[in-house]
C-alpha cells in the first residue's frame, strides 16, 4: 500500500545481527545493542511467518548476543531462547542433530550462572550441570565422541561456581580438575579455539587450587593458541587466566598483567569482564 514502507526480510535482518555479533569480538561492546535488534526482527518476522527450522540461526545468534551482555534478566531470556531452539532442532531433524546446539544452551546456564547471585546462582548451575549430563548421555547413546568435550568442559566450569558458591564440598573442585583434563585430551583437533578457551578455564581452575605450575603452562598455551586468531575478546579472556595463574605463582609481574588483561576488556567495552579480572587481585 502506497505510503507503508516494507518490512526488511528476515534473512536481510539475521544476517545484519550475525554481522554485529561478529564485529563485537574484534570491536567491542557497541555492537551487542545492534546485533540484538537486529536479531529480535528477524525473529518478529519468523514467527509471524510461522517460525519453525528458519528460527534456528536467529534463535542462536539472539541467545548469544543475550549472553554477552552480562546482564541476568538477558541471561535468563538466552536460557529460554536456547532450549527452544533446541526443541525446535529434535522435532525438525533429530536428536543428533541437536547436539551442536545443546552445547548454546550448556553455555547459556553456564553465563547465566556466573552473573546470578546467591541461590539464584547456585539453581542456573545445577540446571547448567544437568543440561551437560542430558548431552553427555545422548553422546554415548549416539557414540557420538566429538560432541562430549565441550560438554564435559563446561560442566567443569559449573562444578567451579557451585564450589565458590558452597565451597564446602571440595570433591566438585576436584570432579571439575578431573573432567577438564578429559574434555581437553579428547577435544577435536578442528577446534582450536573451543579447546583454548576451555584451557583457559582449566587454568583458572588450577590457579584457584594453588597449582600454579600447570596453571601457568596451561594459560600459556590457550593464550598462543588465540594470539592470532583476530579475536580480542578471547584474547583478553585468554590474558585473564595467564593473569591468575601468575598470581597464583606468586610472580613480580602478576599485578601488571592483571591491569593489562582488565585493560584490555575496557578496551572493548566490556567493563563486567573488566573487574571480573580485577577482583582476581
Not at 528460527?55 to 545468534?61: A, H, M, Q, R
Not at 551482555?69 to 536460557?79: F, N
Amino acid at each position: 500500500m502506497s505510503g507503508v514502507p516494507d518490512p526488511q526480510p528476515a534473512e536481510e535482518r539475521l544476517a545484519a545481527g550475525w554481522r554485529h555479533l561478529a564485529a563485537f569480538f574484534q570491536e567491542g561492546r557497541t555492537h551487542l545493542a545492534p546485533a540484538v535488534a537486529a536479531f529480535r526482527e528477524a525473529e518478529r518476522l519468523q514467527r509471524g511467518a510461522g517460525g519453525g527450522e528458519p528460527l534456528v540461526n536467529t534463535l542462536l545468534g539472539l541467545s548469544l548476543a543475550l549472553r554477552l551482555r552480562r546482564d541476568a534478566d538477558d541471561s535468563r531470556q538466552a536460557v529460554v531462547l536456547a532450549q527452544e531452539l533446541v526443541n525446535i532442532v529434535r522435532r525438525h531433524r533429530g536428536a543428533e542433530d541437536t547436539l551442536p546446539y545443546r552445547h548454546g544452551l550448556e553455555g547459556a546456564y553456564r553465563d547465566l550462572a556466573d552473573v546470578e547471585r546467591g541461590e539464584e546462582a547456585v539453581g542456573a548451575a545445577e540446571g547448567g550441570i544437568e543440561a551437560c549430563e542430558r548431552t553427555l548421555t545422548l553422546a554415548r547413546r549416539l557414540r557420538a565422541t566429538g560432541a562430549a568435550p565441550p560438554a564435559q568442559a563446561t560442566k567443569a566450569a559449573l562444578l567451579v561456581r557451585l564450589h565458590e558458591l558452597r565451597p564446602e564440598d571440595e570433591r566438585r573442585r576436584r570432579d571439575a580438575l578431573r573432567l577438564f583434563a578429559t574434555a581437553l585430551d579428547a577435544w577435536p583437533d578442528r577446534d582450536i579455539q573451543g579447546r583454548a578457551v576451555a584451557a583457559c578455564d582449566f587454568a583458572e581452575a588450577l590457579a584457584a587450587g594453588r597449582d600454579a605450575k600447570r596453571a601457568v603452562r596451561i594459560a600459556r598455551d590457550a593464550a598462543e593458541a588465540l594470539r592470532d586468531a583476530g579475536n580480542r575478546y578471547l584474547q583478553a579472556r585468554a590474558a585473564r587466566a595467564e593473569a591468575h595463574a601468575a598470581l597464583a605463582a606468586g610472580r613480580s609481574d602478576a599485578v601488571d598483567l592483571v591491569v593489562a588483561a582488565a585493560v584490555s576488556f575496557r578496551a572493548l567495552d566490556c567493563e563486567w569482564e573488566a573487574r571480573q579480572v580485577e577482583a582476581l587481585v
